[in-house]
């Protein structure tokens, strides 16, 4: 069997002859998922999962890997979006309110590409009632009010302490989706992301 890159495969369950034209199974029977192929990244074996955890859009695959990611991530920015905001008018260091202005540029933008991203595949961000702060760097409310109410050095140290933890925890969560996710697309903007935000931790460990 030859795959094309990017193209899942249905594999016949074990056991089952190749019948010319499969019967449609009656409405009561219950049957397994059917299987599929997925071919893996340049250099990386194909693997196999059921047809259920697969989506495609456009020829691409999907898995719940990567939509947990983008639900949990436009979150995840979010809060980083709150912190920057309060940099212009609480930070005392020049080069921390440019690096806030640096972090807001990014992720405003990625904020966007990953609704746009479960929009497409007509998948909704992840509900209210989720817990968000079981996420990797993720702040406390009380640590976000305590940044509010710094001003000049202090705020300082805790924006670079906190921002530096959330970041490290957006790292963490790019490497699960590199590691398990199947949507190319995504997997080359997690990578980004993860490169972006340790650029960003080797400045604020300068400041």
Do not use: C
């Amino acid at each position: 069997m030859v795959l094309a890159t990017g193209v899942a495969v249905v594999v016949a369950r074990s056991g089952d002859d190749p019948p010319a034209a499969a019967p449609r199974p009656s409405a009561s029977a219950s049957t397994p998922p059917a299987r599929v192929i997925l071919p893996g990244k340049p250099g990386e074996s194909a693997r196999v999962t059921d047809a259920d955890q697969v989506g495609t859009l456009g020829g691409s695959t999907y898995n719940t890997i990567d939509v947990t990611f983008v639900q949990m991530m436009i979150v995840h920015h979010e809060q980083a979006l709150e912190m920057a905001a309060l940099a212009p008018d609480r930070a005392g260091d020049t080069g921390l309110r440019n690096l806030a202005a640096r972090i807001s540029a990014a992720q405003g933008p990625e904020i966007v590409w990953l609704r746009r991203w479960l929009s497409d595949r007509k998948l909704a961000e992840a509900g209210a009632s989720h817990d968000h702060s079981t996420m990797p760097g993720m702040q406390s409310p009380a640590d976000l009010a305590a940044l509010a109410g710094a001003r000049g050095a202090e705020f300082d140290r805790r924006f670079i302490a906190m921002m530096t933890a959330h970041h490290k925890g957006a790292i963490q969560m790019a490497g699960d989706v590199l590691a398990g996710g199947s949507d190319q697309t995504l997997y080359e903007v997690a990578n980004e992301m993860a490169v972006e935000q340790g650029s960003e931790i080797r400045r604020m460990e300068q400041l």
